[in-house]
């Protein structure tokens, strides 16, 4: 990407000298072309238009499968195409709104034909919804000044009706921010007459699921009609929806509470309705199932409990009782994060207390990960690096990606850890011949050689490690003959 210099370098050059260049890479490379076509494209809007129709229309028509591999390729062919529709507002949002929709309703055929284990071609119908909500408003203030008042209702109605069709089919979801946002759109008023015909809607279909339960009740699980489990869902999810983007606190409870009527609710069910009643802070109604509905089974249990209470606490300014939950979950399930959180808001006489505890604590530690981060958290590094020294073979069994995240945070001092660190990493690549991460290896390498500079100046040894020459004497009668990743030290 040009930095601002390079921009203004460029903005000197003259029309023919740019026009020349671009005429001079046409041809040179598929997606660039597209984006040169796309650009001229933008100063004739109704030839754009045309070619859009057609490319979208064409888009819901497509059979080829994308595999996981090629999936990136195609979010970003749809990013452009949503960029080149998104184009046309505000200036014509009308048209704009229009292909919108014929974009979206290709949301099924694409999602269908395509492994979007990345979840990005995902990505870009869900931000669709977005722009439809933001362009609809603008042409329903549009519709709603040019109309008498007495003609509004029928154009109310008219709307609302649009917001079904749009959210009539959301079996992958990505129409979920459309409800989530309806209100940018739609009154208060119009939000709950939409909510009351979807609740006469839950009740017929489940009460024709009940029947069908009762008539079919020989049949197996996987026999089952399906339509209407999935109509049902589609529906809970729309009231569930719609509720949260009026934020009424008493219609989300009610509508919750009428669509899972088994008690105590579930866990999964219960954290959802916490998790809208703390955003909407409604702290005493959450509080009320935190101590009646939830269930603490095991240890986990208990600390997600105390950390919603410390969430709410947090929200309530109320230092005293958020430090009690803060405490009690540390002492249940110990770690980094859970110090931070104390120390955050503890007085002096409490941190000294807790530094206490964290460094009792790291000694019992059979984690090594866990028993180096309490102690970096109290700020006790050169003890910390000594618990390293002393377990680092231990090192070897961490998954690369919690040592990779660790190196993210280390402070200042931590040389031997790091080294350890990386040493591992290196290890780790080499021993089992993954030449793939070779670039990767070779600047830990590089790395390493130096943290000995900075060692040898600051304490002359390695305090229980192999020395940087012993170790890389070793290293290079190990690994020698792996010529490709010496080539890439060499580099």
């Known amino acids: 990407m040009?930095?601002?210099?390079?921009?203004?370098?460029?903005?000197?050059?003259?029309?023919?000298?740019?026009?020349?260049?671009?005429?001079?890479?046409?041809?040179?490379?598929?997606?660039?072309?597209?984006?040169?076509?796309?650009?001229?494209?933008?100063?004739?809007?109704?030839?754009?238009?045309?070619?859009?129709?057609?490319?979208?229309?064409?888009?819901?028509?497509?059979?080829?499968?994308?595999?996981?591999?090629?999936?990136?390729?195609?979010?970003?062919?749809?990013?452009?195409?949503?960029?080149?529709?998104?184009?046309?507002?505000?200036?014509?949002?009308?048209?704009?709104?229009?292909?919108?929709?014929?974009?979206?309703?290709?949301?099924?055929?694409?999602?269908?034909?395509?492994?979007?284990?990345?979840?990005?071609?995902?990505?870009?119908?869900?931000?669709?919804?977005?722009?439809?909500?933001?362009?609809?408003?603008?042409?329903?203030?549009?519709?709603?000044?040019?109309?008498?008042?007495?003609?509004?209702?029928?154009?109310?109605?008219?709307?609302?009706?649009?917001?079904?069709?749009?959210?009539s089919d959301n079996n992958y979801g990505t129409k979920d921010d459309i409800l989530l946002g309806v209100n940018q759109l739609l009154s208060e008023s119009e939000i709950r007459g939409l909510i009351l015909d979807y609740q006469q809607y839950y009740e017929e279909v489940r009460a024709k699921k009940s029947l069908t339960d009762q008539v079919d009740k020989k049949k197996s699980a996987y026999d089952m009609d399906h339509t209407l489990i999935y109509e049902k869902m589609n529906i809970e999810r729309t009231l569930k929806n719609l509720a949260g983007a009026l934020g009424d606190v008493t219609l989300f409870e009610e509508i919750y509470l009428n669509i899972y009527t088994a008690r105590p609710l579930h866990s999964r069910q219960l954290q959802e309705l916490l998790r809208f009643l703390v955003d909407n802070n409604a702290h005493d109604v959450a509080q009320r199932y935190l101590r009646d509905d939830w269930r603490s089974r095991t240890v986990a249990d208990q600390v997600k409990r105390l950390d919603w209470l410390s969430e709410i606490y947090n929200k309530q300014d109320n230092t005293e009782a958020s430090m009690a939950v803060l405490g009690e979950a540390f002492e249940l399930q110990a770690s980094p994060a859970r110090l931070k959180a104390i120390m955050s808001v503890a007085t002096p006489a409490e941190q000294a207390y807790w530094r206490k505890e964290a460094h009792k604590l790291a000694g019992q530690q059979e984690n090594i990960m866990m028993a180096t981060s309490l102690l970096l958290e109290i700020g006790e590094t050169a003890l910390a690096n000594q618990i390293a020294v002393a377990r680092h073979t231990e090192f070897a069994d961490v998954h690369y990606t919690a040592l990779t995240q660790l190196l993210k945070e280390l402070p200042v001092g931590t040389h031997f850890i790091q080294v350890i660190i990386y040493r591992s990493l290196l290890n780790d690549i080499l021993d089992s011949a993954r030449s793939k991460a070779y670039g990767h290896a070779a600047r830990y390498f590089?790395?390493?050689?130096?943290?000995?500079?900075?060692?040898?100046?600051?304490?002359?040894?390695?305090?229980?490690?192999?020395?940087?020459?012993?170790?890389?004497?070793?290293?290079?009668q190990k690994h020698g003959k792996k010529r490709s990743f010496w080539e890439r030290v060499n580099d």
């Open 2 to 167: 040009l930095n601002s210099e390079q921009k203004q370098l460029l903005a000197q050059l003259s029309n023919t000298t740019l026009v020349n260049f671009v005429a001079d890479i046409y041809g040179v490379d598929k997606l660039l072309d597209k984006k040169i076509e796309r650009l001229l494209l933008q100063s004739d809007k109704p030839k754009l238009i045309k070619k859009l129709t057609t490319t979208l229309k064409g888009l819901k028509r497509r059979r080829k499968f994308i595999d996981y591999w090629e999936s990136s390729e195609f979010a970003t062919e749809l990013h452009h195409l949503a960029s080149d529709v998104m184009s046309l507002y505000p200036e014509q949002p009308s048209k704009c709104l229009e292909l919108i929709e014929l974009f979206i309703s290709s949301t099924n055929s694409s999602l269908k034909r395509c492994d979007d284990s990345n979840g990005e071609v995902g990505g870009v119908y869900s931000d669709l919804a977005q722009s439809w909500l933001t362009v609809a408003s603008t042409c329903y203030e549009q519709e709603k000044s040019s109309l008498p008042i007495d003609e509004q209702d029928i154009l109310s109605q008219a709307w609302q009706e649009k917001v079904k069709a749009m959210i």
């Open 446 to 476: 590089k790395r390493l050689a130096q943290l000995d500079i900075s060692i040898s100046n600051a304490v002359n040894n390695y305090s229980g490690l192999d020395s940087h020459q012993d170790y890389m004497s070793s290293l290079t």
